[in-house]
C-alpha cells in the first residue's frame, strides 16, 4: 500500500533501488531457465542418448547462428510472417464483414449461422488435406487454410459485439437524427470494438498455430514449419530446436502484443483478477 | 412477432441455408466442372460414411483418436492440476514454473510433431505427448488462475471458523477454484482434439481421423475425407456441448459459482 509508506522516506536512491528490483525481477525470471538449460547440458553430455538425436545447447545455437548468418532462417522467417499476415488479413476483412452483418441483420444471422456453426468445431487442420487437393500443394492453399481457420473466431466475436451494443444506445442516436451510416460509425462500430479486437487476438493466434502444421504438409519450399519438418530427414534435431526456438521467440512477441494487453482490458479491468 | 414464433422463423431459414447449401455444392459437383474425384457427390459421400461405419473401420478410428485424447489429456491433468494449484498456493512454484510455460505455451504444438517423431518414432507416443503439450498449458493456467481468483475474504472467513489447511483446500479453494478449472478442462479438451488431428496426419500410425483424411489425399478418394471429416464435425460438436455442459451443471452451476446458462 502506497499511501503508507512515511513521507520522509529517503528520495535520493529510488532509482538505484529500482534499477536493483529489476536486475532481481530479471534474476529470477532467468533462474529457471538456466536450471532447465543445466540440466538439458547434463543429459546431453551424459552420452544417454545420441548427439545427433539429442544435441547439448551449443550446438543448437551453434546451428543458429549459422543459420542467421548465411541468410537462411531470415527467409524461412520472412515467408512464414508473409504468409501470416496474408491469411491474417484476409480472415480480418471477411470475418469483421460477415460478423457485422450478422449482428445487424436477422435474416444474415440466420442464414450464415448455421454454416459457421457447422465449420466451426472442426479442427482446422483436418481440412488441409482438402485443401490442398483442391487448390494444389503450395502457398495458395497454405494462406486460404490460415484464412480460412482462423475467421471463426473473428466472426463469432464480431457478431456478438455488435449484439451486445446496447439498444437504448441506438434508439437515443436514432432519437438524436443519427442516420444509418452515422449509427453504423459513432455508435455500433465503437460500441463492438472491444469484442472484435478480442476476436482479431484470437484469430491471430489461432492463425499462427495453424500456420506452422499447415506449412509442414503443404509441401512449401519455404517457411519455418517446413524448415524444422524437412530437418527430420537428416536427423538434424539441432536445426530443428533452433527453428522451434525462433517460432516460440515470434509466437511470444505475437501473444504479448496480444494477450497481455487484451488481459488487462477485460479480467484485470473489471476486478476479477489482481 | 413472439419469441417462440421468431424461434420458428430461424429454425426455418437454418433449415433453408443448409438445403440451399447443399444443393448448390451437388449441382457443381454434378456439373462436371470438376474432376468428380475433388469433388464427390454427397450421395457419394454419405454411401462412403455408411460403409465405412458398417464395416467398422470408421469406428475404430474415431475409436483410436478418441484414446489418444483421452490418454493424452489424462495426462496433461495430472500434470497442471496439481501443478496449477502449487503454482496458485506457492510464490516460489510461481515463480519457478510461470516463466517456463510463458517461454513454451507460445509454441504450437504441432511444432513439436518433427522432434518428437525423431525421438519416439512414428506412432501412438508422438500423438498422445502432442495432445498432453496442447491441453497442459490450458488446464495449467486456468487452474492457477482460479487458486488466485479465490475471494481471499473466503479463506480468512473460513480459518476464523477453524478450518484446518485440509479443510480449506477441499471446502473453499477447490470449490471456489472450480469455475476457473472446469473452464481450463473444456479449452484443453478442445485443443487436444485439434492438436490430435494434425499428429495424425504428421506422424503417420495406421489408424484415426487424422490420418484416414490424409491417407486419403494420397489416393484421391474425396469421399472418404469428406466422411472422415463429418464424423470429426460430429465428435467436435459432441465434445464441446454435452460433455462439457453435464459437468458444469453438476458441478458449478449446482454450487452457485455460476449462472445457468440461459435456456
Known amino acids: ?274 | 412477432m413472439s419469441a417462440a414464433g421468431e424461434r420458428a422463423r430461424s429454425l426455418r431459414r437454418a433449415a433453408v441455408t443448409l438445403l440451399v447449401a447443399a444443393a448448390l455444392y451437388e449441382a457443381t459437383a454434378r456439373s462436371g466442372l470438376f474432376p468428380p474425384a475433388l469433388l464427390p457427390t454427397l450421395p457419394a459421400v454419405a454411401r462412403t460414411l455408411v460403409a465405412t461405419t458398417l464395416d467398422g473401420t470408421m469406428p475404430l478410428h474415431a475409436l483410436h483418436t478418441l484414446t489418444r485424447v483421452a490418454l493424452g489429456l489424462a495426462l496433461a491433468v495430472a500434470a497442471g492440476l496439481p501443478l496449477g494449484i502449487l503454482m496458485g498456493r506457492f510464490a516460489a512454484v510461481e515463480g519457478f514454473v510461470l516463466p517456463l510455460a510463458s517461454a513454451l505455451m507460445p509454441i504450437p504444438s504441432l511444432a513439436w510433431v518433427p522432434v518428437f517423431i525423431l525421438w519416439f518414432g512414428l506412432g501412438d507416443t508422438v500423438s498422445i505427448l502432442i495432445v498432453f503439450y496442447a491441453a497442459l498449458f490450458p488446464m495449467l493456467l486456468n487452474t492457477w488462475s482460479g487458486v488466485r481468483a479465490v475471494n481471499p475474504l473466503w479463506l480468512r472467513a473460513a480459518q476464523a471458523m477453524g478450518a484446518d489447511e485440509r479443510k480449506l483446500f477441499w471446502k473453499v479453494i477447490m470449490p471456489g477454484a472450480s469455475p476457473f478449472i472446469i473452464a481450463g478442462l473444456r479449452q484443453a479438451l478442445l485443443r487436444a482434439f485439434i492438436a490430435v488431428i494434425g499428429a495424425e496426419m504428421l506422424a503417420a500410425s495406421d489408424w484415426g481421423l487424422g490420418w484416414v483424411i490424409f491417407d486419403a489425399k494420397e489416393f484421391l478418394n474425396t469421399d472418404v475425407m469428406l466422411a472422415a471429416l463429418v464424423v470429426i464435425g460430429c465428435i467436435g460438436f459432441v465434445l464441446e456441448r454435452l460433455a462439457f455442459g453435464a459437468l458444469e451443471r453438476a458441478t458449478v452451476v449446482r454450487w452457485g459459482m455460476v449462472r445457468a446458462a440461459k435456456e
Do not use: C
Not at chain 1, 442516420?179 to 472491444?194: M, Y
Not at chain 1, 534435431?237 to 494477450?259: K, R, S, W
Open chain 1, 1 to 274: 500500500m502506497p499511501e503508507l509508506v512515511p513521507a520522509t522516506a529517503p528520495r535520493a536512491s529510488v532509482p538505484a533501488e529500482r534499477a536493483n528490483a529489476r536486475l532481481r525481477a530479471a534474476t529470477r525470471t532467468a533462474f529457471p531457465f538456466l536450471v532447465v538449460g543445466a540440466a538439458w547440458e547434463a543429459v546431453a553430455h551424459a552420452g544417454l542418448f545420441p548427439p545427433r538425436l539429442f544435441p547439448p545447447l551449443e550446438s543448437v545455437g551453434a546451428a543458429l547462428v549459422r543459420l542467421t548468418a548465411s541468410g537462411i532462417l531470415p527467409h524461412h522467417v520472412a515467408e512464414t510472417l508473409l504468409r501470416l499476415a496474408a491469411g491474417f488479413a484476409l480472415a480480418a476483412l471477411v470475418g469483421v464483414a460477415l460478423g457485422i452483418a450478422m449482428g445487424r441483420s436477422r435474416r444474415a444471422e440466420d442464414i450464415a449461422l448455421p454454416l459457421v456453426s457447422i465449420g466451426a468445431p472442426i479442427p482446422g487442420l483436418a481440412y488441409a488435406p482438402l485443401f490442398l487437393l483442391w487448390f494444389g500443394l503450395g502457398n495458395v492453399s497454405a494462406i486460404l487454410l490460415v484464412a480460412f481457420v482462423s475467421a471463426f473466431p473473428i466472426v463469432f466475436n464480431t457478431w456478438t459485439g455488435v449484439k451486445a451494443v446496447k439498444d437504448v444506445w441506438v434508439r437515443s442516436a436514432q432519437a438524436m437524427g443519427a442516420d444509418n451510416p452515422r449509427l453504423f460509425r459513432l455508435v455500433i462500430l465503437p460500441g463492438a470494438l472491444p469484442y472484435i479486437l478480442t476476436g482479431l487476438r484470437l484469430g491471430l493466434a489461432q492463425a499462427w498455430r495453424i500456420l506452422v502444421g499447415v506449412e509442414m504438409l503443404a509441401a512449401v519450399p519455404w517457411g519455418l514449419g517446413w524448415l524444422i519438418f524437412g530437418a527430420r530427414e537428416f536427423l538434424n534435431t539441432d536445426v530443428m530446436l533452433a527453428g522451434i526456438a525462433v517460432i516460440a521467440v515470434i509466437g511470444l512477441a505475437l501473444e504479448n502484443l496480444v494477450f497481455r494487453r487484451l488481459e488487462e482490458f477485460t479480467v484485470v479491468r473489471w476486478g476479477m483478477m489482481a
